[in-house]
Protein backbone atom coordinates (compact mmCIF):
# COMPACT_ATOMS: atom_id res chain seq x y z
CA UNK A 1 0.00 0.00 0.00
CA UNK A 2 1.06 3.42 -0.81
CA UNK A 3 2.94 5.71 2.15
CA UNK A 4 0.82 8.55 3.72
CA UNK A 5 3.52 10.87 2.17
CA UNK A 6 2.79 8.53 -1.46
CA UNK A 7 -0.42 9.24 -1.39
CA UNK A 8 -0.36 12.80 -0.18
CA UNK A 9 2.15 13.41 -3.54
CA UNK A 10 -0.57 11.37 -5.96
CA UNK A 11 -4.03 13.25 -4.43
CA UNK A 12 -2.02 17.00 -4.51
CA UNK A 13 -1.27 15.87 -8.65
CA UNK A 14 -4.69 15.17 -9.08
CA UNK A 15 -6.12 18.42 -7.07
CA UNK A 16 -7.70 16.64 -3.81
CA UNK A 17 -4.92 17.74 -1.45
CA UNK A 18 -3.71 21.36 -0.59
CA UNK A 19 -1.73 21.13 2.12
CA UNK A 20 2.37 19.98 2.65
CA UNK A 21 3.66 16.59 2.06
CA UNK A 22 4.84 15.86 5.33
CA UNK A 23 3.63 11.91 5.54
CA UNK A 24 1.17 12.94 8.30
CA UNK A 25 -2.10 11.47 7.86
CA UNK A 26 -3.49 14.90 9.05
CA UNK A 27 -7.29 16.35 8.88
CA UNK A 28 -6.31 17.60 5.03
CA UNK A 29 -5.19 14.20 4.39
CA UNK A 30 -8.29 13.00 5.49
CA UNK A 31 -10.33 15.41 3.74
CA UNK A 32 -8.30 14.60 0.10
CA UNK A 33 -9.32 11.03 0.61
CA UNK A 34 -13.01 12.05 1.17
CA UNK A 35 -13.18 14.67 -1.69
CA UNK A 36 -11.54 11.70 -4.08
CA UNK A 37 -14.10 9.30 -3.06
CA UNK A 38 -17.13 11.74 -3.28
CA UNK A 39 -16.06 12.22 -7.06
CA UNK A 40 -15.78 8.72 -7.87
CA UNK A 41 -17.02 6.07 -6.01
CA UNK A 42 -20.50 5.16 -6.68
CA UNK A 43 -22.12 4.49 -3.21
CA UNK A 44 -22.88 6.61 -0.01
CA UNK A 45 -21.25 3.96 2.61
CA UNK A 46 -17.89 3.89 0.33
CA UNK A 47 -17.45 7.59 0.91
CA UNK A 48 -15.82 7.21 4.96
CA UNK A 49 -12.64 9.51 4.62
CA UNK A 50 -11.25 6.23 5.03
CA UNK A 51 -7.75 5.13 3.42
CA UNK A 52 -8.25 1.35 2.59
CA UNK A 53 -7.86 -1.59 -0.53
CA UNK A 54 -10.90 0.29 -2.52
CA UNK A 55 -9.57 3.86 -2.22
CA UNK A 56 -5.76 2.49 -2.92
CA UNK A 57 -7.07 1.23 -6.37
CA UNK A 58 -9.37 4.18 -7.14
CA UNK A 59 -6.44 6.65 -6.36
CA UNK A 60 -4.03 4.59 -8.55
CA UNK A 61 -6.65 4.77 -11.38
CA UNK A 62 -7.27 8.53 -10.95
CA UNK A 63 -3.36 8.71 -10.69
CA UNK A 64 -3.06 6.81 -13.92
CA UNK A 65 -5.62 8.27 -15.70
CA UNK A 66 -4.07 11.53 -15.65
CA UNK A 67 -0.82 10.71 -15.76
CA UNK A 68 -0.60 8.48 -18.69
CA UNK A 69 -3.51 10.08 -21.33
CA UNK A 70 -3.84 13.34 -22.59
CA UNK A 71 -7.37 13.54 -22.90
CA UNK A 72 -9.34 10.76 -21.29
CA UNK A 73 -11.59 10.96 -18.02
CA UNK A 74 -13.08 8.68 -15.71
CA UNK A 75 -16.42 9.09 -15.87
CA UNK A 76 -16.84 10.93 -19.02
CA UNK A 77 -14.99 7.44 -20.61
CA UNK A 78 -16.71 5.26 -18.37
CA UNK A 79 -13.27 3.91 -16.81
CA UNK A 80 -14.49 2.43 -13.64
CA UNK A 81 -16.57 -0.98 -13.17
CA UNK A 82 -19.85 -1.26 -15.15
CA UNK A 83 -22.08 -2.28 -12.78
CA UNK A 84 -21.55 1.53 -11.44
CA UNK A 85 -21.63 0.46 -7.84
CA UNK A 86 -24.04 -2.25 -8.06
CA UNK A 87 -22.34 -5.40 -7.01
CA UNK A 88 -18.38 -3.28 -6.24
CA UNK A 89 -17.56 0.38 -5.25
CA UNK A 90 -16.86 0.92 -9.28
CA UNK A 91 -12.69 -0.08 -8.52
CA UNK A 92 -12.65 -3.43 -8.17
CA UNK A 93 -8.83 -2.90 -9.09
CA UNK A 94 -6.58 -0.37 -10.43
CA UNK A 95 -6.30 0.43 -14.29
CA UNK A 96 -2.77 -0.38 -15.17
CA UNK A 97 -0.54 2.33 -16.64
CA UNK A 98 0.55 0.61 -19.43
CA UNK A 99 -2.99 -0.09 -20.50
CA UNK A 100 -4.21 3.60 -20.60
CA UNK A 101 -0.59 4.34 -22.75
CA UNK A 102 -1.88 2.32 -25.46
CA UNK A 103 -5.38 3.17 -25.43
CA UNK A 104 -4.18 6.34 -25.73
CA UNK A 105 -1.97 5.42 -28.96
CA UNK A 106 -4.82 3.74 -30.54
CA UNK A 107 -6.60 7.33 -30.12
CA UNK A 108 -3.82 9.52 -31.61
CA UNK A 109 -3.63 6.91 -34.41
CA UNK A 110 -7.31 6.18 -35.18
CA UNK A 111 -8.85 9.41 -33.79
CA UNK A 112 -11.68 9.83 -31.08
CA UNK A 113 -12.27 6.80 -29.39
CA UNK A 114 -15.08 5.42 -27.10
CA UNK A 115 -14.56 2.99 -23.84
CA UNK A 116 -17.51 -0.17 -24.00
CA UNK A 117 -16.06 -2.20 -21.33
CA UNK A 118 -12.79 -1.04 -19.40
CA UNK A 119 -12.83 -2.28 -15.46
CA UNK A 120 -15.18 -5.14 -14.15
CA UNK A 121 -15.95 -6.78 -10.88
CA UNK A 122 -16.43 -11.16 -10.67
CA UNK A 123 -20.14 -10.53 -10.49
CA UNK A 124 -20.60 -7.77 -13.92
CA UNK A 125 -17.92 -10.00 -15.56
CA UNK A 126 -20.14 -12.97 -14.88
CA UNK A 127 -23.47 -11.04 -16.17
CA UNK A 128 -21.92 -9.89 -19.36
CA UNK A 129 -20.38 -12.97 -20.24
CA UNK A 130 -16.92 -12.36 -19.69
CA UNK A 131 -14.45 -15.48 -19.08
CA UNK A 132 -13.32 -16.63 -16.11
CA UNK A 133 -10.32 -14.43 -14.94
CA UNK A 134 -11.02 -12.09 -17.44
CA UNK A 135 -8.26 -9.52 -17.50
CA UNK A 136 -10.97 -6.60 -17.15
CA UNK A 137 -11.72 -7.96 -13.37
CA UNK A 138 -7.56 -7.10 -13.43
CA UNK A 139 -7.42 -3.62 -15.05
CA UNK A 140 -4.97 -5.42 -17.97
CA UNK A 141 -8.16 -5.10 -20.68
CA UNK A 142 -10.26 -2.45 -22.82
CA UNK A 143 -12.70 -2.56 -25.31
CA UNK A 144 -13.17 0.40 -27.56
CA UNK A 145 -14.43 1.64 -30.66
CA UNK A 146 -14.13 4.51 -32.89
CA UNK A 147 -15.45 5.84 -36.01
CA UNK A 148 -13.62 3.47 -37.92
CA UNK A 149 -13.88 0.12 -36.48
CA UNK A 150 -17.36 -0.60 -38.00
CA UNK A 151 -15.66 -1.80 -40.98
CA UNK A 152 -13.90 -5.51 -40.40
CA UNK A 153 -11.13 -4.63 -42.61
CA UNK A 154 -10.35 -1.31 -40.68
CA UNK A 155 -11.06 -3.06 -37.07
CA UNK A 156 -8.37 -5.85 -38.66
CA UNK A 157 -6.20 -2.46 -38.84
CA UNK A 158 -6.59 -1.54 -35.39
CA UNK A 159 -6.22 -5.12 -34.20
CA UNK A 160 -2.89 -5.61 -35.65
CA UNK A 161 -1.54 -2.01 -34.77
CA UNK A 162 -2.55 -2.90 -31.05
CA UNK A 163 -0.34 -6.00 -31.16
CA UNK A 164 2.67 -3.59 -31.77
CA UNK A 165 2.19 -1.62 -28.80
CA UNK A 166 4.44 -2.32 -25.56
CA UNK A 167 2.98 -5.36 -23.48
CA UNK A 168 0.35 -6.36 -25.90
CA UNK A 169 -0.60 -9.71 -25.74
CA UNK A 170 -4.20 -10.38 -27.53
CA UNK A 171 -6.59 -8.31 -28.97
CA UNK A 172 -9.80 -9.31 -31.51
CA UNK A 173 -13.16 -7.84 -32.96
CA UNK A 174 -16.02 -9.76 -34.27
CA UNK A 175 -14.52 -11.26 -37.08
CA UNK A 176 -10.91 -11.90 -36.33
CA UNK A 177 -8.34 -12.15 -33.63
CA UNK A 178 -4.29 -11.40 -32.92
CA UNK A 179 -2.00 -12.90 -30.74
CA UNK A 180 2.02 -13.22 -30.21
CA UNK A 181 1.50 -16.42 -31.97
CA UNK A 182 -0.41 -15.62 -34.96
CA UNK A 183 -4.06 -14.52 -36.41
CA UNK A 184 -7.31 -15.92 -37.57
CA UNK A 185 -10.98 -15.03 -37.57
CA UNK A 186 -13.29 -15.46 -34.86
CA UNK A 187 -16.74 -14.75 -34.13
CA UNK A 188 -17.61 -12.27 -31.67
CA UNK A 189 -20.92 -11.35 -32.27
CA UNK A 190 -21.79 -9.94 -29.04
CA UNK A 191 -18.56 -7.43 -29.76
CA UNK A 192 -20.32 -5.60 -32.73
CA UNK A 193 -18.44 -2.92 -33.81
CA UNK A 194 -15.61 -3.04 -30.57
CA UNK A 195 -12.36 -3.77 -30.57
CA UNK A 196 -10.63 -5.98 -27.58
CA UNK A 197 -7.17 -4.98 -26.46
CA UNK A 198 -5.38 -6.82 -23.39
CA UNK A 199 -2.02 -6.53 -21.92
CA UNK A 200 0.58 -8.88 -20.01
Same mark, same amino acid.
Given at each position: ??S ?6 R????? &? ?23 ? &?FN??DM ?5 N ?14 Y??N &?????? $? ?11 ? &????V???L ?28 ? #???I??? $??? #?L????Y?S ?16 T ?10 GY????? #? ?7 N????? $?????
Open positions: MLVKERQELKYLG &FYKGKINGKEDAATKKAYLDLQKTY &FKKDGKYGDTEKLLYTAYNVKKTK &FDIKKD $HLYCGCKGKYCTG &FPDFRASLKNLQSIRDKFGATSVTSMLRCKKWNSIV #GGVNSK $HTK #GAVDFNGTGALAKRKTEVNYWLLPSATYSYCNYKNKS #GSGKKTAPMGKSI $HGDIS
